[in-house]
């Protein structure tokens, strides 16, 4: 049977009433995988990032199995228990549990740092059936004997590699020396380094496993290199790589509009045919540069991650990171447009004093260290300055092809007008 709808995953219509309500039409692969399995009360280790649906995937059978069990609510108790790293993910679930759960008469409450304890204190004295916390504070008011986690029948690991990287694994020990041994425990992770298997090792009982990050995979195919080079010499790394002939048909990626416009003003003085298509070019002109780039007539593209979504052409030899993306999981997707359909494809990624955050972001993502190549030594370049008429006639010259000869001729009106 095709699962195209919740309605088809066990669950009770006091849930699927919520869902409808909220328009939740059709679950997600993990939720496919997860929700059966979890109402059978499985472990389950599931390799997914935000995005996949995740909360959904553990929130919805743990609420159903918590309401469709009698249970006496014991004061400073709670029956299931959500460790997450930080505040905010916290908040996120809790916010998620409380829509799914509009229909269930349960009780949750969410506790981390930096408030006030005195109203986490108090609305665990009556016990909850729900308690999404993160470890540090979980911990504080266990110490103090106003959390008692005796009853714990369901645990779940929210983002546990984030967690490790915070460095909660001792707070972790310490609170699961609490918990009791039987339970049903689950764990998702965005990531599945040998820190997070070991954990996962000693604590979950035959888990059912998914991961959902098929891209990942793919992208593996795809030779990936990255320099340390400073802002300012990006310019000159770009021009000195573009010397390789081999680099035939590149996408360039900025993470900015203003930032596309002027790697394409780099390019043309460095006589490297080019376009650019982003939010505020018009679409008959990302049309135009788009047919240039997919039939030959230009080597380069520069795009924004925005403008270049959906983009589909063959043979795309390089994919240059000229800065990385905001987004890590945009990284995923700009290097995904080579190497497609079984052919081999290369990225390049530059990386200056300010972007080593994201370039951690990215690597814990694909799971992979980029390696690092040595930058080649760099020309001084001229500073860009308006072109000079003697020089546009020499670019002119140089204008082989029909696009360049009309782009050529627009800024020739251009100009024109200006000077009117
Ligand atoms: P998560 O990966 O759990 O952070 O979920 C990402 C976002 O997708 C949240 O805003 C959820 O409310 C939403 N979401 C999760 N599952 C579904 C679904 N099956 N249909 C529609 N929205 C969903």
Redesign the pocket.
């Known amino acids: 049977m095709t699962i195209t709808s919740?309605h088809h995953l066990g669950l009770i219509k006091e849930l699927t009433r919520a869902l409808d309500e909220?328009?939740?039409?059709?679950?997600?692969p993990i939720?496919i995988s997860a929700i059966p399995a979890l109402l059978e009360e499985r472990d389950f280790l599931g390799i997914?990032?935000?995005?996949?649906?995740?909360?959904?995937?553990f929130a919805l059978p743990i609420l159903q199995q918590l309401f469709t069990t009698p249970y006496t609510r014991t004061p400073c108790t709670t029956r299931a228990l959500v460790l997450a790293p930080t505040r905010e993910l916290a908040i996120?679930i809790a916010d998620?549990c409380e829509i799914y759960a509009k229909y269930l008469s349960l009780r949750q409450a969410t506790i981390y740092g930096g408030v006030k304890q005195k109203a986490q204190i108090q609305i665990m004295s009556g016990g909850v059936d729900l308690l999404i916390a993160t470890p540090g504070r979980l911990l504080d008011l266990i110490q103090q004997g106003r959390i008692d986690l005796g009853s714990v029948t369901h645990l779940i690991f929210d983002e546990a590699d984030r967690m490790l990287d915070m460095g909660f694994i001792k707070d972790i020990r310490k609170i699961m020396a609490t918990i009791p041994k039987e339970r049903q425990t689950l764990l998702f992770s965005a990531t599945m380094p040998s820190s997070i298997t070991q954990l996962a090792n000693s604590l979950l009982s035959n888990p059912k496993r998914i991961d959902v990050t098929p891209e990942v995979v793919t992208v593996r195919k795809i030779k990936q290199s990255l320099y340390k080079v400073s802002k300012k010499n990006k310019r000159a790394l770009l021009a000195t790589l573009l010397k390789n002939e081999d680099i035939s048909k590149a996408i360039i990626f900025s993470r900015t509009k203003h930032g596309a416009n002027r790697i394409v003003k780099e390019l043309e003085h460095a006589e490297i045919s080019t376009a650019a298509i982003h939010g505020n070019k018009s679409q008959t002109a990302r049309q135009k540069a788009l047919d240039a780039f997919k039939n030959g007539e230009i080597r380069t593209l520069v795009a924004t991650d925005i403008a270049a979504r959906g983009i589909d052409v063959d043979n795309i030899t390089h994919v240059i990171n000229y800065d990385l993306p905001a987004e890590p999981e945009s990284y995923v997707h700009r290097i995904g447009r080579t190497a497609r359909a079984g052919t081999s494809g290369a990225a390049i990624s530059f990386c200056d004093e300010t972007e080593g955050k994201l370039l951690k972001l990215i690597e814990r993502i694909i799971k992979f260290q980029i390696p690092l190549l040595k930058t080649p030594n760099l020309p001084k370049l001229e500073p860009l300055v308006k072109e000079t008429q003697a020089r546009k006639v020499e670019v002119k010259k140089k204008a082989t092809n029909s696009f360049q000869k009309n782009k050529l001729k627009k800024q020739r009106t251009r100009l024109g007008k200006n000077r009117k």
Do not use: L, R, V, W
């Open positions: 919740f909220n328009n939740y039409k059709t679950p997600t939720q997914a990032q935000t995005g996949t649906g995740k909360t959904a995937a996120q998620n």
